[in-house]
């Protein structure tokens, strides 16, 4: 063994950074990311400064000409589907990609969600508002906290309306059940192959695979936690399912408007979904679901459940 | 999984991907810059790592599929701010380090050579290693580069990595008092890098 390989032995494989200063890292890049392309020669003169939540609106432009092409293909279903799934897969990414919110290291992500889902039983369904706050830490090993208000309904956790419950890894509600659904880091960052990867792991369930196929994705991206480039992916994912169709200025439940992107179960009587971004950000700012659609889509009939979005950063959480 | 070309190309366009660099190689570049610079240097390193190439991307050769060299070589200029601690962080680094190292060249002199001032001149020698030479000797030791990715982590040829890895090899068998006859070549290069190249 030469002297070389002597040294090469003493090498530390056991060093960890920790997890904060992983997470300040992280958020100084995904800080300069945001910020914007800038030279590595301006850069290196620009002034250090504390990094402070930000939100980027760079493809305002971008998404203006998206809505606009997107009501210019409001036409006929068929031509609107082609056309909304070509439009979403290109535009929606290039918007989202330019808009993130990041929490600095000892912040959280909130994903606050006002829903009004149906609480039915035997005689029918009336509509129930829940509030549910996911404060998401920006270190993956601190405790996440959820503050859910159920409405008319008693949680599930201790029988009262209101709970507060905090857990690593969004695990509220037990060890095999994490809040976000997915590893991010999994999502291919592709929209194809993304697609391909939600269709892969298709095991039955919903009126149809497309249905399925659809509503895993809006079941990750409900979160309101997806990164930029996943979400993205996932976006663009959305618009290849086949009958995807986009309707502008659609009201999420606290009244801020954005783009639908849905699509019509006819194995379902019709039932639309819909997730409803906002197109200045590309950020999933609520989902609908309509019942008794007519073919073209277009004859809404009833509200079956619908939600607003809002993602914030904040210092601390409940 | 998208390769590191791959995210860095399409980082071009949609620069948020990028993180997902970070996500790969942040660990990997703090073990080098902590195990030189120790812990609280190398969180500033591995940050600033990053923030230098992304800014830096585009000049990215996109034919390499691994970036980690690139990303070790960056660290490694980065370090070069830190020539004070790292003298610091090698004083109390190298008497671990001489414990692993000197049994073994013990051994090679084929005599017994008094441990303790053996220790200290192999500190000595692995502190006064030219700048150029300590890093190639430390991208190789503890960045588990190979000399091809060292070329590139460096920008140099080939051949000068293994230059400066003989002269590093020298100084250590000199500091430990081995006079040896063997010869320090490199299937018959002799040693013609430049000493600041």
Known sequence: MDELTLLRNTRDDSREPSPTALAAGRAALLGRIADGDAPYATAQHRKKRRWVPRLTWAAAGVAAAMTVVLVAGNVTLSAQSAYASEVLRTAATETIHYADLVAGSDQYLLSHTHARWGVCDQTGCVPNDQILDVYMPADPEAEWTLYRDWGKMSGVLTGESIETSRAIDGRFYGPESSWVNVVYAEVPLDGAATYEWIDAQYNGGSASRDENNFVRITDILRSGLVPAPQRAALLDALSRIPGVTATDNIANLDGVTGIAIGRNEMLRAGERQEIIIDPNTGLVIGERAMSGTTLFGWGLSQELSLTAIETTVVDTAP | MSPDNDVIERSAREPAVFATLYDRHATSVFRYAAQRLGDTAADDVMSETFLVAFE???????????????????????????????????????????????????????????????????????????????????LYAWGNLDYASIAAAMDVPVGTVRSRLNRARRQLRRAAGIETLEQETDHGRTDTAPQHA
């Not at chain 2, 980690?68 to 790292?86: D, N, Q, S």
Request: avoid cysteine; aromatic fraction near 4%; glycine fraction near 4%.
């Open chain 2, 56 to 138: 830096r991307r585009a000049a990215y050769d996109l034919t390499v599929v691994d970036a980690r060299p690139w990303l070790l070589g960056i660290a490694t200029r980065l370090m070069r701010k830190h020539v004070r601690l790292e003298a610091t962080a090698w004083k109390g680094m190298t008497a671990d380090l001489a414990a692993q190292i000197v049994p073994d060249l013990i051994d090679l002199a084929g005599a017994r050579i008094d441990a303790h001032r053996l220790t200290q001149r192999l500190a000595k020698a692995l502190r006064r290693l030219p700048e150029i030479d300590r890093d190639t000797l430390l």
